[in-house]
């Protein structure tokens, strides 16, 4: 027994041994890493004093720990940042839906202010903005250099005032100015109308009114046709949507999705993962639905776009999108103050991260340019060929019925309202010719 009491002795003296010469070198590693924090913070707090206390002028001591704090999150990513008492509250007035400013959403690469995409009916949006461009100088000075909140600051001012933007542009030569006259921004979140027989919904951003106003224009649109099964589908135009809240993106997708995965957010904890899915009822149930993007759908947009895709609820027809998979969350601090950070990616459906890749349409579509001016100022057009009805003394077609003559003008009624369509908005035009293929196919079966 006693021989037995000493060998478990002397296994467990082994043990604790062992686990000892194991956690010793993983604690002391630990326990450095900690000191080389703590060091890190004290020269943190020696280069602070030094620049209060020998700078050439005398600083703001707040301004210089809040832009401590700013670089430190912008060295994260483009979209993590500090913003101060005043930014939280412009942001929060955002998401309702109204702010001055100009009226574009920005992002930054290469050192220069990069344009997600200008917002339908803004200041910018009028003054040809685009989505792509690089804004170089703001009223003559350079944002390289700056940080992203820092060159939107520049951006800022009184609502009536005017800012001149140097614009750089692929296809253009050289740079160029754009003067834009600043003026409160009321977003329309979704606006919609009927072209032919499709409903059109023009969402512009995710904000606090988006579904609800797109729930209600399409309950109005469907009612001014005479009913569901008076329309042959519903685009729905994401074209230079920036994006929003995660909240509006999910519900959009809910609107034509009657069960399964809308998306999914992954952070750095497994378990801090979430997935968010679709509720049954489709609001126009199972009608054939196309999603318009481009570079300029962003964000929310491309969880949408992507969610809708991913399900074969909809042809996504344009061009690839901006690449944003990433989610912020706006964190309060104190002072009135909030930091945005990046706490995770989000995935669509399938699994699939968008992340700088995009959503890459199932139809991809260009929009060409506007066709060029002439000397008079007028676009040139194409010219006129005739027929046998413009022949001097043609023949009269009487076989025809008052009834029949009549449809046959509608017909080519419709037939040059989407001509024209075409030479206004090619990549809309073409998504609802999709449409109008779909229904009919449907109507031969």
Known sequence: MKKFLMAAAAGTLAGVIVTTQVAAPLLAQEAAKTTNVYEQLDLFGDIFERIRAQYVEEVDESDLIEAAINGMLTSLDPHSSYLSPKDAQDMRVRTRGEFGGLGIEVTQEDGFVKVVSPIDGTPADNAGMETGDFITHVDGESVLGLTLDEAVALMRGPVGSEIVITVV????????????IRDTIQLTAVRTRTEQDTIVLRVTTFNDQTYKNLESGLAEQIEAAGGADKINGVVLDLRNNPGGLLTQAIRVSDAFLEKGEVVSTRGRNPEDGERFNATPGDLINGKPLVVLINGGSASASEIVAGALQDHRRAIVVGTKSFGKGSVQTVMPMRGDGAMRLTTARYYTPSGRSIQALGVSPDIVV????????????????????????????????DSLTEDEIRLIEEDRAKAEQAAKLREEDYQLAYAIDVLRGLAALEAVK
């Open 169 to 180: 542009r692929e296809g253009e030569a050289e740079p160029f100015d754009v003067s834009i």
């Open 366 to 397: 260009e929009q060409p340019r506007r066709a060029p001016e002439s000397e008079d100022g007028e676009e040139d057009k194409k010219p006129r060929f005739r027929s046998e009805a413009d022949l001097r003394g043609s023949l009269n077609n």
